[in-house]
């Protein structure tokens, strides 16, 4: 276990601090809100006034998938990097104290999964934007690697099940 932990500590270095520069920076702080609830909100109520189909479908798998994440993050409780490393480069704290697993990774990815069944000829972009969001978390310091890959793997299970059941 320790391994692991060393492994997901040094990658976490490695992207934000050896990769870090100030157009980054500002570029990722950016970006991270397209992975923000504020974002996601007002993407689902422009696609429920545009298309209810897909507005609702967006609606109802970007609720589950935040319900497991923040259900799992309130029994986890693991510390964000900036907290437990004072080296970590953060200029902005976030307002939830736990890490795993990433919020805006699962809410990203589900939209990209989500809207790549109704746009298929966008679904690689949007997997790639969502990679992106992904990776905006550990680079600004808000993640360690595996909350991310941990809420990949959830968001991607989560989609399935949702598909399996018909359920949106």
Known sequence: MNLLRDIDVKILFFINKRLHNKYLHQFFRLYTEFGGVIFYSLLIIFLFLTNKNIGISLLINIFISQFIVHGLKFVIHRPR??????????RKASKDINAFPSAHTASSLMAALTLGEFFPEWRIPLIIGAALVAFSRIYLGYHYPSDVLGSMGITILSFLAIQLFNIS
């Open 81 to 90: 990097p900036y907290v437990t490393y004072e080296e970590i480069i953060n």
